[in-house]
């Protein structure tokens, strides 16, 4: 699976994501209600966190993880 390369550090990744109006997601109680709800299609607890966010938040993902379309979710890059 090809992975998402993001070089240059910290400084370099915060600049991008202010330039592009790129915002962090904090996770909230909802999300974690879905977390509990999903089936188990994937069981890395990272991924399935962002699964949740995105499915509560109705958000599109990019991945190329042939495991997240399994979960009905908006995905780019697959």
Do not use: A, C, Y
């Not at 109680?29 to 938040?57: A, T, W």
């Amino acid at each position: 699976m090809k992975k998402l390369e993001l070089n240059g550090g910290l400084d370099k990744i915060s600049k991008i994501m202010i330039r592009h109006e790129i915002e962090l997601l904090p996770t909230v109680f909802e999300h974690i209600k879905k977390l509990m709800s999903l089936d188990l299609h994937h069981r890395d607890p990272f991924d399935r966190i962002i699964i949740s966010q995105g499915l509560v938040e109705n958000l599109t993902v990019v991945t190329t993880d042939e495991n997240f379309p399994k979960f009905n979710i908006k995905i780019v890059w697959n």
